[in-house]
């Protein structure tokens, strides 16, 4: 069945580093392909999203795109702040069942 | 506008007894999901709804748990009786039909159960 891969946690960066969060799927059709964010205390919410093949996702200094051919959906940032501490959940979007499936998720912890 | 407003934020009981999570979805959203986070893990579906029927609830443990949307604004999901590994945060989240090419959920905070 379809699925979704994340990198393992904890991810610590020093302010100011450069992220990558991996993220590769398993999935008959195409696709859609999200990341979600979880800051502290809060629910989950749309970070971006990129909705066919070589479409790039971006929000708020955050990037991703959409690699058919890798199977790949990484979450990358040249800049991180101390804000950005939170869980990252890669998710894609079943064509026709309209049935999201989570990774695991990856937190991420910046140190100033 | 108001987002998805779920409770109660935290509940501890004991194994074998019942509890029961309420949501409120954003006003106009038709579908409404409930999922299970264990810690460490993602969201896993639980049951989702369109309007008031239900689309998918092959994943709900139906022996113990129970789900509806009456009138198909807010839901409430109740367990009975608690196993210790349904501890976990149950989340709540709404789209609306248009949102299913865009892909949009938008959750609730989520209410987290410990079964001792």
């Known amino acids: 069945g379809d699925s979704v891969t994340q990198m393992e946690g904890p991810v610590t960066l020093s302010e100011e580093a450069f992220l990558t969060i991996n993220c590769t799927y398993t999935?008959?059709?195409?696709?859609?392909l999200f990341w979600y964010v979880q800051y502290p205390g809060e629910g989950l919410q749309l970070l971006l999203k990129?909705?066919?093949?070589?479409d790039k996702g971006s929000n708020k200094g955050f990037e991703a795109t959409y690699r058919k051919e890798t199977t790949s959906f990484h979450l990358e940032k040249g800049s991180v702040q101390v804000s950005d501490s939170a869980v990252y959940f890669c998710?894609?979007?079943?064509?026709?069942?309209?049935?999201?499936?989570f990774g695991t998720g990856t937190r991420l912890k910046v140190l100033a | 506008e108001a987002g998805v407003a779920q409770s109660p934020r935290y509940k501890i009981i004991e194994k074998r007894q019942s509890v029961a999570f309420w949501c409120n979805p954003i006003?106009?959203?038709?579908?409404l999901y409930w999922y299970q986070q264990i810690l460490g893990q993602g969201p896993k579906l639980l049951i989702q709804?369109?309007?008031?029927?239900?689309?998918?609830d092959s994943q709900l443990p139906k022996d113990r748990f129970s789900a509806e949307r009456l009138k198909g604004v807010d839901s409430t999901l109740k367990i009975q009786p608690a196993k210790l590994e349904d501890s976990a945060v149950y989340l709540c989240?709404?789209?609306?039909?248009?949102?299913?090419?865009?892909?949009?959920?938008?959750f609730g905070e989520g209410s987290r159960l410990t079964v001792l």
């Open positions: 709804f369109q309007n008031n029927g239900v689309v998918d």
């Open positions: 998710a894609l979007l079943q064509t026709g069942t309209y049935k999201y499936i």
């Open positions: 989240a709404s789209s609306q039909d248009r949102d299913r090419d865009t892909g949009e959920l938008f």
């Open positions: 006003s106009g959203h038709a579908t």
């Open positions: 990129a909705t066919k093949a070589d």
């Open positions: 999935a008959t059709g195409y696709p859609s």
